[in-house]
């Protein structure tokens, strides 16, 4: 059993940055693909980017390349997502998770995932 805690967001006017990080339990979590996840208010919960195991293969959503980065520490069971030039649009929810194997973009494809933390970007 994995257990993933977000933490780093926060209120942002536009155009700042944030970074979340999400730490696992999980001794193996080397051997876990991650994935970044969001839900706006009333929406359904959305890819937003992953990384495989080892770090050597990422996927971003369309609305976030270049802008976001996902990068991770295995050394220290941590996953991160950096968000730059945020926008309003980027209001969420943002959720980690993990799975064994590729990274995929599909919320079923994930077995675990953590309890989420709201990111909320003013115009």
């Known amino acids: 059993q994995v257990q993933l805690v977000e933490s780093g967001g926060g209120l942002v006017q536009a155009g700042g940055n944030l970074r979340l990080s999400c730490a696992a339990s999980e001794r193996t979590f080397s051997s876990y693909s991650m994935g970044w996840f969001r839900q706006p208010p009333g929406k359904e919960r959305d890819f937003v980017a992953a990384?495989?195991?080892?770090?050597?293969?990422?996927d971003y959503a369309d609305s976030v390349k270049g802008r976001f980065t996902i990068s991770r520490d295995n050394a220290k069971n941590t996953v991160y997502l950096q968000m730059n030039s945020l926008k309003p649009e980027d209001t969420a929810v943002y959720y980690c998770?993990?799975?064994?194997?590729?990274?995929?973009?599909?919320?079923?494809?994930?077995?675990?995932w953590g309890q989420g933390t709201q990111v909320t970007v003013s115009s």
């Open positions: 998770a993990a799975r064994r194997g590729w990274v995929v973009t599909a919320v079923t494809s994930y077995d675990y």
């Open positions: 990384i495989t195991w080892n770090g050597g293969t990422t």
